[in-house]
């Protein structure tokens, strides 16, 4: 009885030395994690979030802190049977993402400011609990999505055609009159965008500013309409490109003045009169490069315009011509006169 005794204690005290002896693990961006896992103390900024690939797989982050840049998950669980015990996730899209994966234990995790907490695609029997989640933009609850999440998609180029202001204009123009014949589209066409679109470009600009939100994951995307002079029956166009966006549903517009002309989409801003800024904005759910931006295309027309109108005629064009007639009619006068002083003489 006293040696099993000291067995059973010699047994205990060698699973406490072996506990305490795991040498913890610095996490990386990218980590694939295999094997039972202790990570070291602390905040760490990751890029890529972790996953875990295997079964029976316990990762224990002992209170650490994984900060995200607004994208992608902080740790991703493709596998059955492990436990997720002790972490910090924050600034990631989705904190912890289970796909896939059953009877896993999600135990001990503090959860916040991600855009969500906790998701599941095709996962049954995990235990969940003891969990805080909070300050997550788009919901703290427990979500099951109905597809998968972050995958890695074939490298596809997408052929974006750019069009011309005025093929923008024409595609307005075929969507708000569907029952005009090409000839009456054209004489529309011509009486509106080719009378006032140069006088406009003249007298409006159109300043453009982006600010990324890595907590949120969104691009903000604000247009400063500025008139030079007084306008009547303004309207701004804006064709969003699809690296924006698909669909004008996965935007946010933040004005209410705003009609969708095509879900391309093609969006105008109309003012009756428009004196002053005036300042438009709307959110894209992603990060938003350069070569993307230069695909935006913006420009308004207007139909009436204020005093400063630069296609009115030249005032002092028209004086110019005036005295070059009073001097013309001055020469022939003097001319006819000399002719009859010496027809006298």
Same mark, same amino acid.
């Given at each position: 009885m006293k040696k099993t005794t000291s067995t059973i204690f010699f047994l205990f005290f060698l699973s406490l030395f072996s506990v305490s002896s795991q040498e913890c693990?610095?996490?990386? +961006? &990218? #980590?694939?994690?295999s094997e039972n896992t202790l990570f070291c103390s602390g905040n760490f900024n990751l890029g890529e979030g972790i996953s875990i690939i295997s079964d029976n797989v316990v990762l224990d982050c002992d209170g650490a802190s994984l900060v995200g840049d607004? *994208?992608? $998950?902080?740790? *991703?669980?493709?596998?059955?049977? &492990? /436990?997720?015990?002790?972490?910090?996730?924050?600034n990631f899209e989705v904190g912890i993402y289970l796909e896939e994966s059953s009877n896993n234990e999600i135990l001990d995790n503090h959860i916040s400011k991600n855009r969500f907490g906790i998701v599941l695609f095709g996962s049954e029997g995990n235990t969940i609990k003891d969990n805080i989640l909070e300050?997550?933009?788009?919901?703290?609850?427990? +979500?099951?999505?109905? /597809?998968? @999440?972050?995958?890695?998609?074939?490298?596809?180029?997408?052929?974006?055609?750019? @069009? &011309?202001?005025?093929?923008? $204009?024409?595609?307005?123009?075929?969507?708000?009159?569907?029952? @005009?014949?090409?000839?009456e589209l054209a004489f529309e066409f011509e009486n509106t965008f080719s009378k006032f679109f140069n006088i406009t470009q003249k007298n409006l600009e159109l300043k453009r500013i982006y600010s990324f939100n890595k907590t949120s994951g969104e691009t903000k995307i604000v247009l400063r309409i500025v008139p030079?002079?007084? @306008?009547?029956?303004? /309207?701004? $166009?804006?064709?969003?490109?699809?690296? #924006? /966006?698909?669909?004008?549903?996965n935007i946010i517009f933040e004005s209410d003045n705003y009609e969708v002309i095509e879900e391309d989409p093609l969006i105008v801003w109309t003012f009756e009169a428009l004196s002053s800024e005036k300042i438009v904005s709307y959110e894209i759910f992603k990060e938003i490069d350069d070569k993307c931006k230069d695909l935006l295309v913006s420009f308004g027309i207007a139909t009436q315009f204020g005093e400063e109108i630069t296609e009115e005629p030249d005032?002092?064009? *028209?004086? *110019?011509l005036f005295l070059l007639s009073l001097m013309v009619v001055f020469l022939v006068l003097a001319f006819m006169k000399i002719k009859r002083n010496q027809v006298q003489n």
């Open positions: 693990v610095v996490p990386e +961006q &990218g #980590m694939e994690i607004g *994208l992608g $998950y902080g740790i *991703l669980v493709k596998a059955n049977d &492990g /436990s997720i015990e002790n972490c910090n996730l924050t300050e997550n933009s788009r919901s703290d609850e427990i +979500q099951i999505s109905p /597809s998968k @999440l972050f995958e890695e998609p074939e490298e596809i180029i997408i052929e974006t055609e750019v @069009l &011309g202001e005025d093929e923008i $204009y024409k595609n307005v123009l075929r969507v708000k009159n569907i029952d @005009l014949s090409d000839e030079r002079i007084p @306008l009547q029956n303004l /309207s701004v $166009y804006e064709q969003i490109p699809k690296c #924006m /966006s698909d669909l004008v549903e005032n002092s064009n *028209l004086f *110019l």
